[in-house]
């Protein structure tokens, strides 16, 4: 599998390099600096991120650029947490006409390349690049002649030096639903005259965590659908690559295809989001403040809902078996879908919990025709630089897949259902625990 694995990605190399277009750095198989034990830090990506043409262009007295930076932007958390709220502040600055400016996804603000997680080493910050594309990470809007793409913070730095800071420390959000919110933040900002704004990174954030967990964002669901930001969406080519390397796991060997939106969808998989790891405390502390599940995992076309309000004698019980399923409740959920062929697991779960999900799987079918593949995130041949972003590739297959079940109270499992709700597809086909 690893000589067939290097060849695919050779001849991916070369498909890509050739490509006219290409503005991103070339892909890496085998480690590439000097100290491989080490996390990449992704310098290329840093540098294609400079190279941004806007980042080149003139400022004379009297541009009327202006631009807007969260510098509260979350960090320290997941993946699935920074994204969703990167929409509604790119969302923000696209409807205040302000250049939107984009940052890295920071996991420790302190001044070195290197953290730790659960006793490993992971990189400090990555360049959103290397996971996803469109107008939010500085592509051009294809039909909105008059938005400007946005810019790093860095270059933000250089040309706004004395920015207007604003300082949120009294905020107190008490807005009624999704829509309120950032209207009322579109009017706050349409009355600052200063071309530079720059929120303090020490003030809560624009849009308040327990938003995301309620259904009262929905109200702003059809403005963000219908805009640039979702609509020209995409995840980065470096993520993309992923699954055309490991394209050997989901589809027929005949199947090749060229170039990077070479598939619209994977026909045959499921897809499960099964989240273990933090959630075995999480789902505990999420009881004991009542929550409901993510406004994203609550289209009101969703089959699966949830009842926040049981008796507090079997409250525990509910939230556990939807947010930490039990493997015959998942094994359950599963085969009662639409038969399907293969399955992808995305789960940060133990590899011996896992193993043992496959053979249930495998032995509960009940008949003949049994899954031809189990998969699991632990399968995926990903280069370095694709290890350290894996959650955004198993976003990527996730959203492609031609069934998901996710978790409702997930940031990451709402990403995916907010992009497969915005491609129109039939929520029969996205299910929750």
Known sequence: MAGSFYLLKAKLEEVFESHPSNPYPRYHTTPDDHNPALPPLYEEWIQYERNLPQHFESLPEGNKSKFIFMANHAHGVGWGNVLQEMFLNAYLAYSTNRTFVFDNYTWDRRDSDYSE????????????????????????????????????????????????????????????????????????????????????????????LWLFFQNRILSLWPSLRSSPIITQFSFSPLIKSALVSNRHLFFPSSHYSFPWDWVDDIPGLMTVHIRRGDFLEFCRELEQVNSDFQGFNAFPEMLDKFNSSEPTERKWEEYRKHCLPSVDEMVHKINEGTPLKKIFVMSNAPKMWLQQLKETLQSSTGTDEKWEEIYTSRDLILTREQKYVSQAVDMYIAEKSQTFVGNGFSSLSSNIMMLRMAKSIDPINSRLW
């Open 117 to 208: 997680f659960k006793g490993k080493t992971i990189p400090s910050r990555v360049p959103i690049s290397t996971m996803i594309a469109g107008p939010m990470i500085g592509d051009p809007f294809e039909t909105e002649m008059n938005a400007s793409p946005a810019v790093s913070s860095e270059y933000f730095r250089s040309v706004c030096p004395e920015p207007r800071i604003i300082e949120l420390k009294d905020y107190r959000p008490n807005w009624k639903d999704g829509l309120e919110i950032m209207d009322r933040w579109v009017n706050e900002i349409n009355s600052i005259d200063d071309p530079c704004i720059e929120f303090s990174r020490d003030s809560p954030p624009l849009f308040d």
